[in-house]
């Protein structure tokens, strides 16, 4: 055990969920870990590689965040687990005192390396790094989760991808299946941090149903829904999530991974989801669009190459308000690396307010209400930021 994680022990914070307020579905809630509390809904910035691209740590606190997610697969490649754990753990070596989230590496391993051999010990898979060959089971993956120091682990799952055969859907279900149960016993009893297990089953209502109920047996101290955003329309999405949620239990976080845009978020709250993770909003940034309570803005048209309005003249982020669409376009079409950043932190707060916002009105039992009258300011667009 590294340094960090000793401090963290010391606290003797248990890992506990509570759900502070609901209105309809949507639920308020807080996530008490050892490094701190969690408010949810949550939207968590994406640290692929011990960073979140294009900010500075510091910024992705100040702008509300509680929690960030890394990735598995990406640091075991470099700098690697046994590196990181040598330098102090995951949150030193990033310089983010707080809960950190990390993927099982499960959806790389699948979607970015060649996988050469799959069965019912794990996967041996190629770096796309360069080619060498590295093995992934459901005990290494929660070892390199542990070397990281993550507060909230995933298992190892099979992702698969949209459409497929209702046979392969269920082979990598009851394989995901079988695999949380051995990353349960490798994870053993940790009473500051979590094990989350994975419910999968593609496009098919009852294959998500069995798996979530199944994983619910396995008393887990909480559950994400994965397997969606990858391919499928928004309706299947949220199908799912109607059969989904209802199976998981209430007690419990909830966590939607890789979702997704704002339309996402807010759809998937409203069924009752606590947690989310996305690249989007920094993908978004570094290509030139950004995020709004008025909609999506694409600052490479040539419409804002005269516009000196800045994206959200009310906005509490610098980024939104001062600095004008003008100058955002200029940079975006010079390939300037300071309109990513900035881009980049104008979408993460808007995520982070948006969130913010959410939970204001679950408090306050009117998340329907929020909802349609977001919805109608983003269907508005640039019409309401004339006023």
Known sequence: MNQDDQNAESCEVEFSFKVLARSGNARRGLISTARGEIRTPAFMPVGTAATVKAMYMDQIRDLGADIILGNTYHLMLRP????VARLGGLHLFAQWKFPILTDSGGFQVMSLAALR???EKGVTFKSHIDGSKHYLSPER???????????IQMQLD???ALPAEYSEIERAMELSLRWAERCKVAFGNQKSKALFGIVQGGDQPELRIRSAQRLAEMELKGYAVGGL??????EVMLAMLDETCPAMPDEKPRYLMGVGTPDDLLESVGRGIDMFDCVMP?????HGLAYTRYGKVNLKNARHAEDNRPLNIESDCSATRDYSRAYLHHLVKCNEALGGML???NNLAYYQTLMAEIRQSISENRFEEFRLLTKEAWSRGDIAALA
């Open 158 to 160: 099979e992702c698969i």
């Open 117 to 119: 051999d799959l069965d």
């Open 343 to 345: 881009l980049t932190w």
């Open 282 to 286: 920094s993908r978004a940034g570094r």
């Open 229 to 234: 955003a990858v391919g499928e329309p928004q």
């Open 80 to 83: 690697g687990a046994e590196r």
């Open 141 to 151: 993956s929660i070892e390199i989760q542990g070397l990281l120091g993550a507060d």
